[in-house]
């Protein structure tokens, strides 16, 4: 069965430094996004993608952070100037269509640890 | 931002029991309901979901019951087994596939060989 996929699995980063998390949805996917869960919160919704634009992004998601589908294949998360608080499990998604009963396909996510 | 709410972190069942997992949702909006199921290290997997044109869906072990009037949803393992032993997430969307999952802070399911 397809599979999301994410790399890396886990990142350490020292604080103030940029990170590019990747990702690789399924093939035939049009619509893709990113969620984040902090220890021993929930998942939450970061952005979704589509059509090469945003297509919604929520308040965590301030200018530090970018996301961009460099070629047919990858799609990635930039946090430009990364902070103590963005450490969390950061989680990459797609799904075929726009239509409600198209679920999401979840990838198994990057640790990002910020020192 | 409790716009789903799963109150019960934990669950413990005995295998071959029924497990009954529940969700709550305050905005009217939400359109479509999934669950998804997680273990550790690896992302939500999609188990099963239900429009709210409908109040039940059935796939295999699992039913998803929706309860417009009460804003409520709960998923129905039956038999439970080992394998199900899991964190399970509800999540619900606005809709016409608007986009954005809302998550519920999971519940923690172990079966009890």
């Known amino acids: 069965e397809p599979e999301v996929t994410q790399t890396p699995s886990h990142q350490v980063t020292q604080m103030g430094q940029e990170v590019i998390l990747r990702c690789v949805p399924i093939?035939?996917?049009?619509?893709f996004y990113w969620y984040r869960q902090i220890l021993g919160q929930k998942v939450e919704f970061l952005v979704s993608f589509y059509n090469n634009e945003i297509s919604e992004k929520s308040e965590i998601f301030d200018d530090q952070f970018s996301v961009e589908r460099p070629d047919g294949s990858n799609f990635t998360l930039k946090i430009r100037s990364t902070k103590l608080e963005d450490s969390a499990m950061y989680f990459c998604?797609?799904?075929?269509?726009?239509?409600?009963?198209?679920?999401?396909?979840f990838g198994d996510g990057t640790r990002l640890s910020i020192l | 931002d409790q716009q789903v709410k799963q109150n019960s972190p934990s669950l413990s069942v005995q295998e071959g029991r029924i497990s009954i997992l529940n969700c709550d949702y305050t905005?009217?909006?939400?359109?479509?309901f999934l669950w998804y199921k997680k273990y550790p290290a690896e992302g939500p997997t999609f188990l099963i979901s239900i429009s709210s044109i409908k109040d039940k869906n059935e796939d295999g072990r699992f039913t998803v019951f929706l309860n417009k009037s009460a804003k409520h949803l709960s998923l129905h393992i039956v038999p439970s087994q080992p394998g199900d032993s899991a964190v399970y997430f509800c999540a619900a969307c606005p809709p016409l596939g608007n986009e954005k999952l809302t998550f519920g802070t999971g519940t923690r399911l172990t079966i009890i060989p």
């Open positions: 998604a797609s799904r075929p269509g726009p239509l409600s009963n198209q679920p999401q396909h």
């Open positions: 093939s035939n996917h049009l619509y």
């Open positions: 905005n009217s909006m939400f359109d479509y």
